[in-house]
């Protein structure tokens, strides 16, 4: 068998050598998406086996179409806020016009609104194949960095404030109803921290989950920092699980655990699973809800694409192919009721320090996490829902990244207060406000920057020389400031313009200084100015034309200031 990925590009054998590499990534791969698959499920409130199907079906399925070899995809955090409000407000909408017995109302709402997630998720892979398939993959990049981080920044404060009540066993509770959104979580984490420290009072094991959660966090901290370097592949997540799962069962803690079904197609359901398909099929806040993660998760996917290029010699994505990829998993997932998926770097980026080489080890993956679910998923009933809590903590920390806020606070104010505006909005409302708020104030301010033009002139009339600075882009929205400096220079003057701060010159502004340029040589005065420069930043072809010269102008620096070039043009797209 051979392959054509390897990461040197030629082809090679595929056994043994980048097979064994593949293996050896594959379990490590395994073992980092094991608890961020039941994390993430606890955090949306599903069973973690409605995760790990998402993880196979990203790792047996993508793996193969995928136009990132070495990407992992998976259910993912940056969509953890959008699910968890499409599951809260489909069995709000179901309890509405429920007309059944009151017993299994709770049941027969859990019902409708996986039905209608897997509807969702269903549409947004559809949305994700037709993307690829126009080839519109690169335009996600297109998107403002600053939006993007303050984006996964945002999930990040919505994962934390939500997950810090997990790690702590505690039901947030808002005037009598479960805590909805994130100034809800923020709160009620004073009174979840002070149960912590009245065990007695209450009657409540709060303190026993901080300390499991304290216990996971300080695990991966320690790992990850100290751990020596032939050891560093172990993953400190798994580590950090399996050091608070060991204390909770030596002492007996009376926490709470996870519920796994012994049977993985006991967690697998279809949209007519629910006699009430019809409201969702017409359900239209469903539509935005699958535009929305089709964008996100494209969005996220792409991205780490784009990261994986630049930590893998060698490695080169195609985006098209890639989102189609993620689209077929995505209906798939919608399908049997998982939850949707991204490409993930945490995943990925394990997959390549492992040693991965090819798309085997991304489908090795997949193998494993459903070798794990069918044989072993008592194993999963000992794991406390504190630690799992706590990993979510931790990786919603990652996800804020103190680092990358300094950096961009010192870089660019007006970067910084889209990234701010975007978390700030996320946070206090929804995640897609947040990021077409912050969409939105990208584009003021490419439109800000595309407009802003300074002329500084000066003057020196006893020299009579004048200089005219040209900064910005000189648009025919700011030709009055460019003739309006024009005719505050002398007739006489030796005029040299600096176009070194232009950043364009479109056709308007581009024409008055080739008229203005012939008048003033018959008015006597001079002009040094770099013609050849200026007709780069108009960013066309010229026509020479014969017999139309321009007026000489006078070097100041040699170059191709001495050049003449036609008064007259002809623009040319180019």
């Not at 805590?179 to 420290?197: N, Q, R, S, V």
């Not at 010192?410 to 978390?423: C, L, P, R």
């Not at 995640?431 to 584009?443: E, F, N, P």
């Amino acid at each position: 068998m051979s392959t054509n990925e390897p990461s040197n590009g030629t082809a090679s054998p595929y056994f043994p050598g980048v097979f064994r590499k593949d293996f050896i990534a594959s379990i490590v791969v395994f073992l980092v998406a094991l608890p961020l698959c039941i994390g993430i499920a606890v955090a949306v409130g599903v069973n973690p086996a409605r995760a790990l199907i998402t993880g196979i079906i990203g790792g047996l399925v993508v793996g193969i179409f995928s136009g990132s070899p070495l990407q992992v995809s998976g259910p993912a955090a940056g969509l953890f806020v959008i699910v968890a409000d499409i599951i809260a407000q489909q069995k709000a909408k179901f309890l509405g016009f429920y007309s059944g017995p009151e017993t299994g109302a709770e049941t027969a709402s859990v019902t409708y609104a996986l039905a209608a997630l897997g509807f969702a998720v269903l549409l947004a892979g559809v949305i994700q194949i037709i993307a690829g398939r126009l080839m519109i993959g690169r335009w996600f990049q297109a998107v403002s960095p600053a939006v993007i981080n303050g984006m996964l920044a945002g999930i990040g404060v919505l994962i934390m404030v939500s997950q810090f009540h997990v790690m702590l066993d505690h039901e947030a509770l808002w005037h009598g109803h479960k805590a909805h959104g994130g100034l809800e979580y923020m709160a009620t984490i004073p009174e979840a921290i002070w149960k912590c420290f009245t065990p007695e009072e209450a009657g409540h094991v709060h303190h026993l989950a901080a300390a499991i959660g304290i216990v996971t966090i300080a695990t991966m901290l320690f790992w990850q920092s100290l751990a020596p370097k032939k050891l560093q592949l172990i993953p400190a997540a798994l580590l950090g699980i399996m050091m608070a799962t060991i204390i909770a069962l030596v002492w007996n803690f009376p926490l709470k655990q996870l519920s796994v079904p012994q049977n993985l197609l006991d967690e697998v359901s279809f949209l007519n699973a629910t006699p009430e398909w019809m409201a969702i099929v017409t359900d239209s806040s469903l539509y935005v809800s699958a535009l929305v993660i089709a964008l996100i998760g494209s969005a996220e996917t792409l991205l780490c694409a784009t990261a994986l290029d630049k930590m893998k010699q060698g490695h080169k994505t195609n985006h098209d192919k890639e989102l189609t990829a993620q689209g077929i998993g995505n209906v798939l997932c919608g399908l049997v009721g998982a939850l949707p998926m991204t490409g993930v770097i945490v995943r990925s980026s394990a997959n390549v320090n492992a040693g991965g080489q090819t798309r085997g080890a991304t489908i090795l993956h997949g193998g494993w996490l459903l070798l794990f679910i069918v044989l072993l998923p008592s194993v999963l009933t000992m794991v406390p829902k504190a630690a799992l809590g706590a990993l979510l903590v931790y990786t919603g920390f990652k996800l804020l990244n103190i680092k990358q806020i300094k950096e961009l606070y010192k870089t660019s104010w007006s970067e910084f207060a889209i990234y701010a505006t975007t978390i700030v909005l996320i946070v206090s409302f929804d995640l897609l406000v947040g990021v077409v708020a912050g969409i939105v104030l990208s584009a003021i301010k490419l439109l800000v920057t595309f407009t802003r033009f300074e002329a500084d002139l000066i003057v020196n009339q006893e020299e009579k020389t004048a200089r005219l600075s040209l900064n910005g882009a000189a648009t025919f929205l700011r030709l009055p400031i460019l003739t309006a400096r024009l005719e505050e220079i002398p007739e006489d003057a030796d005029l040299h313009i600096d176009l070194t701060n232009l950043s364009y010159v479109d056709h308007a502004c581009f024409e008055t200084l080739i008229d203005w340029a012939k008048q003033h040589e018959k008015s006597g005065g001079r002009l040094s100015i770099d013609w050849s420069q200026l007709h780069g930043k108009f960013q066309k072809e010229v026509d020479i034309r014969a017999g139309e010269p321009l007026p000489a102008p006078h070097s100041r620096g040699g170059g191709s200031e001495g050049k003449s070039l036609p008064v007259k043009t002809r623009a040319v797209a180019s």
